[in-house]
């Protein structure tokens, strides 16, 4: 892989990283925009497999060998840059979007609504045509539900190790899935505040505990998707979209604390040009990950192209 490619998977990461900790941005939107989502998922998908065949083979003297096939069967010349990006990525954003998000919650849910919004352009592309109907109607449920998820009113739950568990597992969806908010399902359930205190404050306690869940989470779903990618590609992907579309609720710029959306107030003019910025940014993003899979994917027929004989 080319250093200039490297690069862009550790930029990859970093939007990644930094879409995790945004409530109503999920970290595998950006991941499917980028062009990363189905490797992710592959990769994830060979890593559980791989633990899986430790914990029976080795105890059982059968060593080290489908565990290892696994691991080499995942495409880490793409997860590490990707993971060396995501940890900057969502450091960063814990100690500066928070206070963002204080400050200025309408002019930054502008901006993330563009963001959002100009992303469900890719899981509805990657779905094909024609849609067929049980696709709309996929998606049409999966946006109602969507919609009435991010309008539950916040609750406030205490951080005990098992209560922490649950939700790090369940979070941890938004690596996985597309249109669904870790951060913003902590939001709702009162554990965003304590876990960006805990980030930012390097409680390894809390922070191992979060993990373990995030581990118990993925082994648990990621499978699940992954079959659905194989079995049902356009029926999941239609889901996805209408899951994006259904987020978008918690992203609009006027809302009371108790999640009621409002007519638009003020500050229109610089929520709006937010708006457009963000939309902007993606599509770029959308339209230059296009662009290169094309080009690859024309040197690739040149390169095996037969010669002509004249």
Known sequence: MALGE????????????????????????IALVTGVYERLI??????????????SDVPRGRGWTRAGHQMRQAHWDVVIPLMIGMVPGLLLAAK??????????????GLFLGLVLASVLVPVSM???????????????????????TGLPQATLEPRPMILLIAAAV??????????SGSFLLL??????????????????????FATGMVIGLSLFVKLLQWLLDKHRRM?????????????????????????????????????????LGFAVV????IAERRRVNRAAQALTEAYEPTQVR
């Open 6 to 29: 490297r690069v862009g998977h550790v930029l990859r990461g970093g939007a990644i990283g930094v879409a995790e900790a945004v409530p109503g941005v999920s970290g595998g939107t």
């Open 42 to 55: 592959v990769s994830a998908g060979h890593v559980v497999n791989a633990v899986r065949y430790a914990a």
């Open 96 to 109: 500066l979007l928070e206070p963002l998000l204080t400050g200025y919650p309408e002019h930054t849910r």
């Open 127 to 149: 779905v094909g045509k024609p849609w067929r109907r049980r696709e709309v109607v996929g998606l049409v449920i999966a946006a109602a539900a969507a919609f009435a998820l």
């Open 171 to 180: 979070a941890v969806c938004a690596l996985v899935m597309p249109g669904v």
């Open 188 to 209: 709702t359930v009162g554990l965003y505040e304590p876990t960006i205190a805990a980030l930012n404050d390097r409680d390894w306690g809390y922070l191992a505990i």
């Open 236 to 276: 999941t992907l239609a889901v996805m979209s209408g899951a994006l579309i259904g987020s978008l609720r918690s992203l609009w710029p006027w809302q009371s604390e108790d999640r009621t959306l409002q007519a638009p107030g003020d500050g229109i003019l610089a929520i709006t040009a937010l708006f457009l």
């Open 283 to 286: 599509l770029a993003m959308v």
